[in-house]
């Protein structure tokens, strides 16, 4: 394949420049028919549905607020809520089992004293020191939670660092971007 390109001749030059002329007397055209006030209800009608289709449009993109983003935000929301109760169950579980078991202690240790029985500090430290220890299973829960709520988090913050570059960009004059 060459990447020699064919030289249009001063025919071909010259039709393309009076169809881009015909196309700008067309809409030069059409822009004085906007200008008569007769026509301005309309006008403002075609502006208005060339806003809500840009609106709409946007929903369909790729930024924080299209369908996809939203639908994936509030998924990612979901897993970590799914994650919180799981892990909220569990803790529950294990304080409970460990309310339990010092409800048994203070009853035991309340029997062995009205029964002229010592309970030494070291004792009590023992109980103590048996209490709030957490399985694997809560430590599992425990990564999980944190793993989805960085997930989740992670991913808001793409969008957030996108809107900052965004910011900083020049803005583009509104009359470029929606026609009439």
């Given at each position: 394949?060459?990447?020699?390109?064919?030289?249009r001749s001063a025919e071909e030059i010259l039709a393309e420049l009076a169809q881009k002329q015909q196309r700008l007397q067309e809409r030069a055209k059409l822009d004085s028919a906007k200008a008569n006030?007769?026509?301005?209800?309309?006008?403002?009608?075609?502006?208005?549905?060339?806003?809500?289709?840009?609106?709409?449009?946007?929903?369909?993109?790729?930024?924080?607020?299209?369908?996809?983003?939203?639908?994936?935000?509030?998924?990612?929301?979901?897993?970590?809520?799914?994650?919180?109760?799981?892990?909220?169950?569990?803790?529950?579980?294990?304080?409970?089992?460990?309310?339990?078991?010092?409800?048994?202690?203070?009853?035991?240790?309340?029997?062995?004293?009205?029964?002229?029985?010592?309970?030494?500090?070291?004792?009590?430290?023992?109980?103590?020191?048996?209490?709030?220890?957490?399985?694997?299973?809560?430590?599992?829960?425990?990564?999980?939670?944190?793993?989805?709520?960085?997930?989740?988090?992670?991913?808001?913050?793409?969008?957030?660092?996108?809107?900052?570059?965004?910011?900083?960009?020049?803005?583009?004059?509104?009359?470029?971007?929606?026609?009439?």
């Open positions: 394949m060459s990447n020699t390109r064919k030289r006030p007769a026509l301005l209800p309309v006008v403002s009608a075609l502006h208005g549905l060339n806003k809500a289709i840009a609106v709409n449009q946007r929903q369909f993109a790729n930024g924080p607020q299209s369908f996809e983003s939203r639908r994936k935000a509030h998924q990612l929301w979901l897993a970590e809520i799914d994650a919180a109760e799981a892990f909220a169950t569990n803790e529950l579980q294990e304080l409970q089992a460990d309310k339990e078991y010092l409800v048994s202690v203070i009853n035991t240790i309340a029997t062995d004293l009205v029964g002229g029985l010592d309970v030494t500090p070291t004792d009590i430290e023992a109980v103590l020191a048996s209490v709030g220890k957490r399985s694997d299973h809560f430590r599992n829960l425990l990564d999980a939670l944190t793993t989805a709520r960085n997930a989740r988090k992670a991913f808001k913050d793409q969008f957030a660092k996108e809107e900052n570059a965004v910011d900083a960009a020049p803005v583009a004059d509104a009359t470029e971007v929606i026609p009439g």
